[in-house]
C-alpha cells in the first residue's frame, strides 16, 4: 500500500511563505504524476499544482506565479513552496500521486493566511 505523508502546513500572514513537502512510500515514485490539491470549507476540493515525471508543471491561474512545485526522486518527495501568501489561500493541502491504474492521497495539511 503506497503511503503519502504531508508536512510543513501552518499558520503565516499574509504576504508570508510556506514550503509543503509530501514523501510517498514505495518504489516506484519516480513513475507518479504528482499533485498537490486544496480544499477550502465549504468549497471542493481543487487542483493547485501538478509535475508529471519528465517534469513538466502546471499550475491552476490562482496561484501561478506565487507557487513552485518540484520534485526530488531520490528522496521520493513532491515540495510545494508558497510564496505571497493570500487569506484566499487558506484550506487544507492534499497530496496526491496517479500511477498507471491507481490513485492516492495523503492525509491532508492544514495552511492558514491570517493577521
Known amino acids: 500500500q503506497v503511503q503519502l505523508v504531508e508536512s510543513g502546513g501552518g499558520l503565516v500572514q499574509p504576504g508570508g511563505s510556506l514550503r509543503l513537502s509530501c514523501e510517498v512510500s514505495g518504489s516506484f515514485f519516480s513513475r507518479y504524476a504528482m499533485g498537490w490539491y486544496r480544499q477550502a470549507p465549504g468549497k471542493q476540493r481543487e487542483l493547485v499544482a501538478g509535475i508529471i515525471p519528465d517534469g513538466n508543471t502546471n499550475y491552476s491561474d490562482s496561484v501561478k506565479g506565487r507557487f513552485t512545485i518540484s520534485r526530488d526522486n531520490a528522496k521520493n518527495t513532491v515540495y510545494l513552496q508558497m510564496n505571497s501568501l493570500k487569506s484566499e489561500d487558506t484550506a487544507v493541502y492534499y497530496c496526491?500521486?496517479?500511477?498507471?491504474?491507481?490513485?492516492?492521497w495523503g492525509q491532508g495539511t492544514q495552511v492558514t493566511v491570517s493577521s
Open positions: 496526491n500521486a496517479k500511477g498507471q491504474f491507481l490513485s492516492y
